[in-house]
């Protein structure tokens, strides 16, 4: 039987782009393969029919021989595209199917592309505890970060004297070796380079063929003003260098703010709970806070305040990252009462208690609801 033309095969028009190509067998393989066709005896034949078209078609050399001498360019051994040639197994058509469907997303080849020695380096992660005023007024902050750097004897190249790095012999390049079991075709790491692609003749001395050394690093950060725990800074090129020249990895610094032992900070503001005494609550007055920036506020408290009242101390909370203001910070009377009294204390207290019965509205509200909830009960 006289084999199709690969172009109707695929259902694409002579001269397609390989972008139409490519779309236009993905949707073959996907609408073909055995696995959604198992009720088709001709499905498997159609699918590898398929993928032998479309490995022609995708490479431009097979392409442009096609186009000029149609199958005969691949007649007596002269190509890889006639069915009894590599590709017209169908283990091998299905993993070059998945290569191709799924590559972008598993790490596979996404269309062919080959894997080099050069790996980029891996990010690194350094976790940096500061101070509540610090995190408020924003710093510079020198840190030691233990790293890769690349090798200065080889210039990264992993290579001893100037030598290059040679492709490898048993995986052509790919860093993955294929070898069929029964009915799949099973990929691994090419056990001669590791998945690195090349192999190194003359390794150098000083970095073993890694292209890199471990070294200490110190860099100057800029933290921020109005950071807080969680906060991530990327310091781009500043993370592992790549192995055999790859490209540097990036750092990325995670702020942990510590607790403050005067205030609490909610997002932009902050939270002061400040002592004063019974005479000062009942009597009013005036109060000194501390503030963040290390200054002092006085604040006045209203005659007959209880414990929980706040009071607001406006832009002087915590700037906000990136601009946006900044926050208030809120004053929280606690009415501390007095400890160790004196007899004449207690003297002077009870006949207040005496005098002070119809002074306690709180109190004689909360006592007039329970009288009212126990007569309920009764009833």
Known sequence: MAKRDYYDVL????????????????????ELHPDRNSDNPNAEAQFK?????????????????????????????????????????FASAFSDVFDDLFGDFMGGRGGGGRRGGAQRGNDLRYNLRIKLEDAFAGMQKTITVPTAVACSACS??????????QTCPTCSGMGKVRAQQGFFTVERTCPTCSGMGQTIKNPCNTCHGQGRTEKEKSLSVNIPAGVETGTRIRLAGEGEAGMR?????????????????????????????????????????????????????????PEGSQSGRQMRLRGKGMP????????????????????????RQREILKEFDKLSEENNPQGSSFFKSVKSFWDSMKG
């Open 11 to 30: 259902g694409v028009a002579k001269g397609a782009d390989a972008a139409a190509i490519k779309k236009a067998y993905r949707q073959k393989a996907k």
């Open 49 to 89: 029919e398929a993928n032998e078209a479309y490995e022609v078609l995708k490479d431009d050399n097979k392409k442009a021989a096609y186009d000029r001498y149609g199958h005969a360019a691949f007649e007596n051994g002269m190509g890889g595209g006639g069915p009894r040639g590599q590709q017209g197994d």
């Open 156 to 165: 990264g190249t992993g290579a001893e004297g100037g030598s290059e790095p």
């Open 245 to 301: 020249g790859g490209p540097t990895g990036d750092l990325y610094i995670f702020i942990e703010v510590n607790d403050h032992e005067l205030f609490e900070r909610e997002n932009t503001n902050l939270f002061c709970r400040v002592p004063v005494s019974i005479a000062t609550a009942a009597l009013g007055g005036e109060i000194e806070v501390p503030t963040i920036d290390g200054g002092r506020s006085r604040v006045k408290v």
């Open 320 to 343: 906000a990252l990136r601009g946006g203001g900044t926050g208030d910070m809120f004053i929280e009377l606690v009415v501390e009462t007095p400890v160790k009294l004196t007899a």
